[in-house]
Structure formats: C-alpha cells, structure tokens
C-alpha cells in the first residue's frame, strides 16, 4: 500500500482540494491519498473516507504557529509517512515542510495552486524572503500552470527546468454536454428552454472578481432581457454580492446554487460561462466548462494555458462591462463544440493527469535529485 499525506488548509470544494480529489478517485486500489488540514470540516471529507483515506486535524497555523508545527511531526512521524505533498500558494508553505522532514519524510513535494495573492507589502516581503528555503527544501516542484510556477517557486526555477507541470485533468466520462442533464438542471430552477443562462463556478471572494461580473451580466440584461445568471458556489463575499443586485433590482435574474456536487449537470445547463478573476493559477472549472464544450469568456489575467481548446476569449478588465457584454453575447450566439480530442492531445484528461502525478509524486524515490 502506498500512501501520500497532503497538507492543506481544508477539504473544502475550491480549486486545490478539487485536483486532489480527482486524482484521489482515479488512483489504483493500493494508492491512497490521506490528509492534514486545519479546518473543523470540509465538502469532500465524507468521500475522502469512504476511498480509504485518512484525515488529521491540527490547528490554524496563523493562531497556533508551534502547536501546529507539532502536530505535524507527530503525524509524520507517528505514521512513518515518506511523501509529504503541500499544497499551497506562497513560499510560507516551507513551515509545514520544515516539521514534516523533521518528522523523517524522505520526499517533500510542493503543488502551487495559485498565480496571486491579496498579500500585503509586508506579506510579500515576507515570500520573498522564504522562497530560497521552500525551493532548497522541496525535493518535487509542482504547478499547473508557469504562471502559478512562477509565482511559489520564481521564474528562475521554471527557467532552470526545475518544476514540474501537471495539469488539472477531467474524467471525460463525466465531464460532458448532457441534454438530459441541461433539461433537468432548467426544470429544477424553472428555466424555459430558450432563455439564456449565463454561469459562473467558484467560491464569493474578492479574488473571483463577482462584483465586475454583476455589472456584466447587467449589462447583457440590457441586450436580452430574460437572460439569467446562475451563480454556483458560497463564500465571505456573498451577502455583498445579493446586495449588490439588489441595488441593481435584477433579483429575479440571478439564480444561487450554492455549493453542488452535480456540476457537470450544471455546466450543461450554461450557455456560456464567464471567469473575470483577478488572478488563477489553473482554474478547474474553465476546464470542466471546456470539457462539456462551453464557450467561455474569462480575463486575460488569467494564464494562457487553460485556452487550449479554442473554446476561451480573453478580455482585460480595463475594458468596459459593456464591451465584456457584447463579446459574452456574440460568443453564445456560436454554441457547444465537441472538445473530446483536444482534451487527449493536451494531456487534460484524468488518465494521463494520474499517470503523471503518479510518477512525479507517488514513484519518486528519496536519492533521485
């Protein structure tokens, strides 16, 4: 039996805690996946049991910087783990590192998850400082993307070819237009065949950028005036954002899911999908949208990569919400494409996603450099 223990704040459903679970649920029976988090509970703890992993608590390093130092030896070194993965944004992630290697992990792996943070001067003072002790202490570097690589590790370890890039895959087999769902999904919230939704994945914080996305959509309202919103996720910033429409008067315009387990069936249900996030590393969701042959419009800020199937239109966020609503509409008038074959060429589907991971993380031996 061969097992990873990964570190991350929780098991919510965001962007990381995501990639981990579709790598969790393709790996082979003898491969398991158990965790360290910090939060009291989490969106994919029940599943997380169910294949057989393990989870460990220990407390808010912010609150608890020692205990939690600690509690992380004890784990590592309690249940002689040897791969330690950490998944995390900046170089602050080191700290969990130092305690797993003091706990005897032979292999330490860093995963960047983002492109950017809202960190302080200080905060980034604060990164640059430690990025030299995360990359001489890491022995795997892992993103998804360059522009997340180069934000944890620094262009120059990208540049040297030091970090390894694994993509966040989809299960094609899942991750598909399905009429049957799109109808279902349109019942459910009472959406006539013909009218527009317009849809957006991911949790209220000031990183997705809602409160622009409001003003687009309010605009697109101007040009099609039954189109609706669908807005799927939670988060700190929500009650700010029904606020915001409210202001607006658009109430019965704009539909909240909430947090969903279903959303490949919601993703059929979309027209089009809008991402106007101040910063990515890799999102998962313009991936799963592509997958079932979404047309998505999403900001130039974020990575090049993720438009790999034609599907993608970049937009600044200098431009106007007005400008954004025109390219929104002239991109739904074009429709779903098949997106099967795009997704094997680039390597984006789970199986070669796993196969990847897998050898980058699971098969990496302590003396390889």
């Not at 430690?130 to 540049?159: C, H, Q, W, Y």
């Given at each position: 039996m061969k097992r990873l223990l990964c570190i991350l704040s929780s098991l919510d459903a965001g962007g990381a805690e995501t990639f981990m679970m579709k790598i969790f649920r393709s790996l082979p029976e003898d491969y398991k996946i158990d965790f360290i988090v910090s939060a009291k509970s989490g969106f994919y703890e029940k599943e997380v049991i169910e294949l057989g992993g393990r989870i460990f608590r220990v407390p808010l390093r912010t609150k608890q910087p020692i205990k939690t130092f600690k509690a992380i030896y004890d784990v590592v070194k309690d249940n002689r783990y040897t791969h330690v993965l950490k998944l995390c944004d900046t170089p602050i992630g080191v700290y969990d590192l130092l305690a797993a290697k003091i706990g005897g992990a032979k292999v330490l792996c860093v995963r960047s998850c983002n492109a950017g943070s809202s960190n302080s001067k200080l905060g980034t003072l604060v990164n640059d400082f430690l990025r030299p002790f995360l990359n001489i202490m890491t022995d795997v570097k892992i993103a998804p993307s360059r522009l997340a690589a180069e934000f944890t590790f620094g262009k120059a370890e990208v540049e040297a070819g030091k970090v390894k890039f694994i993509h966040n895959g989809v299960d094609l087999n899942v991750y598909k237009f399905d009429k049957d769902n799109r109808e279902k999904i349109r019942r459910e919230f009472i959406i006539a065949d013909e009218q527009l939704v317009i849809g957006h994945i991911g949790r209220f914080n000031q990183q997705k950028n809602h409160k622009f996305l409001i003003e687009v959509f309010a605009e697109v309202l101007k040009q099609k005036p039954d189109?609706?919103?669908?807005?799927?996720?939670?988060?700190?910033?929500?009650?700010?954002?029904?606020?915001?429409?409210?202001?607006?008067?658009?109430?019965?315009?704009?539909?909240?899911?909430?947090?969903?387990?279903?959303?490949?069936?919601?993703?059929?249900?979309?027209?089009?999908?809008?991402?106007?996030?101040?910063?990515?590393?890799?999102?998962?969701?313009?991936?799963?949208?592509?997958?079932?042959?979404?047309?998505?419009?999403?900001?130039?800020?974020?990575?090049?990569?993720?438009?790999?199937?034609?599907?993608?239109?970049?937009?600044?966020?200098?431009?106007?919400?007005?400008e954004w609503a025109n390219n929104v509409m002239a991109l739904c008038k074009k429709g779903r494409i098949d997106t099967h074959n795009e997704f094997i060429k680039y390597a984006y589907d789970i199986d070669s996603v796993k196969n990847n991971f897998n050898e980058i993380v699971f098969l990496k031996r302590s003396n390889e450099s």
């Amino acid at each position: 039996m061969k097992r990873l223990l990964c570190i991350l704040s929780s098991l919510d459903a965001g962007g990381a805690e995501t990639f981990m679970m579709k790598i969790f649920r393709s790996l082979p029976e003898d491969y398991k996946i158990d965790f360290i988090v910090s939060a009291k509970s989490g969106f994919y703890e029940k599943e997380v049991i169910e294949l057989g992993g393990r989870i460990f608590r220990v407390p808010l390093r912010t609150k608890q910087p020692i205990k939690t130092f600690k509690a992380i030896y004890d784990v590592v070194k309690d249940n002689r783990y040897t791969h330690v993965l950490k998944l995390c944004d900046t170089p602050i992630g080191v700290y969990d590192l130092l305690a797993a290697k003091i706990g005897g992990a032979k292999v330490l792996c860093v995963r960047s998850c983002n492109a950017g943070s809202s960190n302080s001067k200080l905060g980034t003072l604060v990164n640059d400082f430690l990025r030299p002790f995360l990359n001489i202490m890491t022995d795997v570097k892992i993103a998804p993307s360059r522009l997340a690589a180069e934000f944890t590790f620094g262009k120059a370890e990208v540049e040297a070819g030091k970090v390894k890039f694994i993509h966040n895959g989809v299960d094609l087999n899942v991750y598909k237009f399905d009429k049957d769902n799109r109808e279902k999904i349109r019942r459910e919230f009472i959406i006539a065949d013909e009218q527009l939704v317009i849809g957006h994945i991911g949790r209220f914080n000031q990183q997705k950028n809602h409160k622009f996305l409001i003003e687009v959509f309010a605009e697109v309202l101007k040009q099609k005036p039954d189109a609706l919103l669908m807005l799927v996720g939670d988060g700190e910033k929500k009650n700010e954002i029904k606020e915001q429409i409210k202001a607006l008067g658009i109430e019965e315009s704009v539909i909240f899911t909430g947090i969903r387990s279903d959303v490949p069936a919601l993703l059929s249900a979309m027209d089009v999908f809008v991402f106007p996030s101040f910063y990515e590393g890799m999102p998962n969701t313009v991936i799963e949208a592509q997958a079932t042959g979404l047309p998505c419009v999403i900001a130039d800020t974020i990575t090049e990569e993720v438009g790999f199937t034609g599907l993608v239109e970049y937009l600044s966020l200098r431009v106007s919400s007005h400008e954004w609503a025109n390219n929104v509409m002239a991109l739904c008038k074009k429709g779903r494409i098949d997106t099967h074959n795009e997704f094997i060429k680039y390597a984006y589907d789970i199986d070669s996603v796993k196969n990847n991971f897998n050898e980058i993380v699971f098969l990496k031996r302590s003396n390889e450099s």
